[in-house]
């Protein structure tokens, strides 16, 4: 079936820098990847979707210069939390979608990232 | 309101018994309902659409109703491994959402 890699699965940054956390398709093409992140105890919220070739669309609340998004290839979607505050530790999903209704959402197997 | 509810429970249970979790949605022009798992620290992962007409697998069995909007699983003959979050999820617009899911301990 279809696997999405996302890595890293945990990393620990200090306030202020930035960290990129990765999804790649391993075998197929990946048209739309979507960005979720979790809170401990609560659901899955939708940052934003990406399509390769195109500028990512955000979320209502999510700032696009906070999370960078870059999906430059079929196989690769990066998501880049920028000058991270603690408040950012999360956990972070990716989700590539295959066109083939709920069958076809693949899910990576999340970053957490914690702020420190 | 939320878009997808869900009782955060949790609910423990033993082993064995059966087990029901309830869910509501607001967006009436949702097109397709499932359920997922979730253990801890880990990807939610499909177990299983939810029809008008009931979806059977196994000990689970999963029922839409369109018309107040709510939607159930019911885990019969529960099992350790069945301990996990249950996220009631909405599909519209290309877009999933999840409920806040409802965590389940199936007690020895």
């Known amino acids: 079936g279809a696997v999405v890699s996302q890595h890293p699965s945990r990393v620990i940054c200090k306030s202020g820098t930035s960290v990129k956390i990765e999804c790649r398709s391993l075998?197929?093409?990946?048209?739309?990847m979507f960005w979720y992140r979790q809170f401990p105890k609560k659901s899955l919220m939708l940052m934003a979707t990406?399509?390769?070739?195109?500028?990512?669309?955000?979320e209502q609340g999510v700032e696009k210069d906070k999370f960078l998004i870059n999906h430059a290839s079929l196989t690769l979607s990066t998501l880049t939390v920028t000058s991270a505050h603690p408040e950012d530790s999360s956990f972070y999903i990716c989700?590539?979608?295959?066109?083939?209704?709920?069958?076809?959402?693949?899910f990576g197997s999340g970053t957490r990232l914690t702020v420190v | 309101r939320k878009e997808v509810e869900q009782d955060p429970g949790p609910f423990n249970v033993p082993e064995g018994a059966t087990v029901a979790f309830n869910c509501t949605y607001s967006?009436?022009?949702?097109?397709?309902f499932f359920w997922y798992r979730q253990d801890c620290r880990k990807e939610p992962k499909l177990l299983m659409s939810?029809?008008?007409s009931g979806n059977e697998d196994g000990r689970f069995t999963a029922q839409l109703n369109r018309a107040s909007q709510y939607i159930s699983l019911l885990i019969r003959d529960s099992k350790l491994s069945d301990s996990a979050t249950y996220l009631c999820?909405?599909?519209?617009?290309?877009?999933?959402?999840f409920g806040t899911g409802t965590r389940l301990t199936i007690i020895p």
């Open positions: 989700s590539a979608s295959l066109g083939q209704g709920v069958y076809g959402y693949t």
């Open positions: 075998d197929f093409q990946a048209t739309t």
């Open positions: 990406s399509n390769e070739g195109s500028k990512a669309t955000y």
């Open positions: 967006n009436s022009a949702s097109q397709s």
């Open positions: 939810v029809y008008s």
């Open positions: 999820v909405a599909l519209g617009n290309e877009k999933l959402t």
